[in-house]
């Protein structure tokens, strides 16, 4: 049987490191290839050890410093590498600070060679046993509503890495298998966790529940995982809401008109929440609207047509201490089109400008 891959992700470097030394003591058989860019070489810095020490140093130059090319030029290879070798348990798969494991396990469970074992992805040898990300307990709560960039934290994951910091260690937490936090942390915090986090997946605090046969049993969920970070989702959503934490759903089966909309953009995006999912434009009647984001730090782009009928259905979480949710939909609503616009105009509007082209490009560009 092919030794399952563990994939770690966090965005505290020390968090990180501590969870892998952790998890290379549960599992003394595991080997741990740890990748780490360097973002002032564009070079991508790979350690591979097991319990008698390090195996093997490479430093591998990238054409571009980002994550896309780290796991197609070395991460890949060297899992299906490793995971060819007879001689380890588990692989242990600590991805660079602030990376996804997304790609990995796309990469894993859509190509052409894999096929569906005991739950998780199995692609040129590679089996994803389950995604972890960790936590420090201490600083999570501010961690996922802060405005500060990774560059700010001296974080970034690549040179350029523009990202949130909240935006990123939320969107770990969501795609993750299991979140483990690690210390003592806030209820705010704790509840905040709990309401971004799959509910199918794992949250436990210093690994309690989390045993070596479980994890190298397959824990991952690949469906589940892409289910539930789609831009568009159809099916019924848990809103969680306790005396730390609020769940919005922003949804309408109309258009929403793109000046109100553009109006409306700095009350939706900005404050200490989280907000994503996908809106429909009258302008840009068959295409997909994204927005994506968290603590003012959020991206809004076009996501290729939509596939069935369109909609508009932003979620977002937030902390009840400093963050109104009552306002963030009053704005919402606002931008939906009124009985008499949809009566005089229709769903599809003809227009080649419509003020939104900063964020989603010339319509034109669209059709």
């Known amino acids: 049987m092919t030794a399952p891959t563990l994939i770690l992700t966090g965005i505290d470097p020390m968090t990180v490191e501590s969870a892998t030394a952790s998890l290379q003591f549960d599992l003394p058989t595991a080997v741990v290839v740890a990748h780490r860019i360097d973002r002032n070489t564009n070079a991508l810095l790979r350690t591979v050890s097991d319990i008698s020490g390090v195996l093997e140093t490479e430093r591998i130059d990238l054409d571009h410093a ?15 590498r490793l995971s060819e070798v007879d001689r380890w348990g588990a692989i242990i798969a600590q991805l660079p600070i602030g990376a996804s494991a997304l790609q990995v396990c796309r990469v894993c469970a859509y190509e052409s060679s894999s096929e569906q074992f005991g739950g998780t992805a199995v692609s040129d040898g590679i089996r994803i046993g389950g995604v972890l990300t960790v936590v420090d307990g201490e600083s999570a709560l501010r961690d996922l509503t802060t405005g500060d960039t990774l560059e700010d934290r001296s974080l970034p994951t690549f040179r350029g890495d523009n990202r949130g910091v909240a935006e990123t260690l939320a969107a770990l937490v969501e795609y993750a298998d299991a979140i483990t936090v690690l210390g003592d942390i806030d209820p705010a915090g704790a509840d905040l966790i709990d309401a971004l986090r799959r509910p199918t997946s794992r949250l436990t605090r210093d690994w309690n529940g989390l045993d070596s046969a479980t994890l190298t049993g397959g824990i991952h969920a690949h469906v589940l995982a892409e289910d539930w970070v789609a831009e568009v989702r159809r099916g019924q959503l848990p809103l969680p809401q306790t005396p730390h934490v609020w769940t919005l759903e922003l949804s309408s089966d109309r258009p929403l008109d793109p000046g109100r909309f553009a109006a409306a953009m700095e009350q939706l995006c900005c404050g200490t929440h989280r907000i994503r999912g996908c809106f429909w434009l009258p302008t840009r009647a068959d295409t997909v609207c994204v927005m994506d984001g968290a603590a003012g730090q959020v991206s809004i782009g076009a996501h290729g047509p939509w596939h069935g009928r369109p909609l508009n259905r932003l979620v977002a979480t937030g902390i009840r201490e400093g963050s109104d949710a009552g306002a963030l939909r009053a704005a919402f609503e606002q931008c939906r ?9 229709g769903t599809h509007w003809l227009s080649l400008h419509d ?3 900063p964020w989603l490009g010339a319509i034109h560009d669209l059709v």
């Open 66 to 80: 980002c994550p896309s090319c780290a796991v197609r030029e070395d991460i890949i290879p060297t899992l299906s």
């Open 337 to 345: 089109l009124t009985d008499s616009e949809l009566a005089q105009h």
């Open 355 to 357: 003020g939104l082209e």
